[in-house]
């Protein structure tokens, strides 16, 4: 991402990226029992200074 994603964005090559990363909340016990495996996600928004200022 460093080398990439934040040089283009430095370059105005990218004006505006989001990065999503998923995940389950893992437990032995839910698991065991049948229930259901709840998920989680954090979203972060990169933006170029040029984006912002539109």
């Known amino acids: 991402m460093c080398g990439h994603v934040l040089g283009a ?22 698991f065991l029992q049948g229930e259901s495996i709840p998920g989680i996600a954090h979203l972060l928004e990169l933006s170029s200074e040029q984006e912002a200022g539109r």
């Open 9 to 30: 964005l430095a370059e105005n090559r990218l004006h505006r990226v989001l990065f999503l990363s998923t995940g389950a909340l893992m437990s032995q016990t839910t």
